[in-house]
């Protein structure tokens, strides 16, 4: 016989053989193996179903997380427009409160002004009166050297007094 071919003895030896190893591993080793493949299966099916859920909610923590921003985005643009609006009407107040001081202030320095120039007007006529009064007196004691000149005046200056008081 060849070497190629074995005798039929061997073969139905080498067949039995490999029936017994199928047949034992038929009944106990597929079975745990077919065990162990569904396991794994089933936990890569379940970390996929885990793994889609958190992808799912990092999708929504992420479209909440933008909304949030956008919210955000909002209420500072909104907080910015009420502080410039504030800020205006400050200085609107402050620039109208500075106008009414302003012409406050000016109405007090006018009336001050026209107070002080009163004064120096009635100055002016007191010492004008009394210059007035020092060369009256003068001119007179000149013009009334004599007696007859003085009585003279004064008999005029009593005229005119009893006529006005008529």
Known sequence: MSLLMPDSG??????????????????FGFPVITKMVNERKSYIDNSLIAAKQANEQLANLKAEG???LAKAHEEQA?????????REQIV?????????????????????????KEDAIRDIRRQVAILSVDIA???????????????DMIERLLDEVNISKN
């Open 78 to 86: 909104r907080i910015l427009n009420e502080a410039a609006k504030t």
């Open 66 to 68: 933008e909304s949030i």
């Open 10 to 27: 061997l073969l139905f030896w080498m067949l039995f053989a490999f029936l017994v190893v199928f047949f034992i591993l038929a009944k």
């Open 137 to 151: 007196e003068k001119v007179l004691r000149k013009n009334l050297d004599d007696e007859s000149k003085q009585t």
């Open 92 to 116: 609107a107040e402050a620039k109208d409160q500075a106008r009414v001081e302003g012409n406050k202030l000016l109405e007090e320095a006018k009336k001050q002004i026209e107070a002080e």
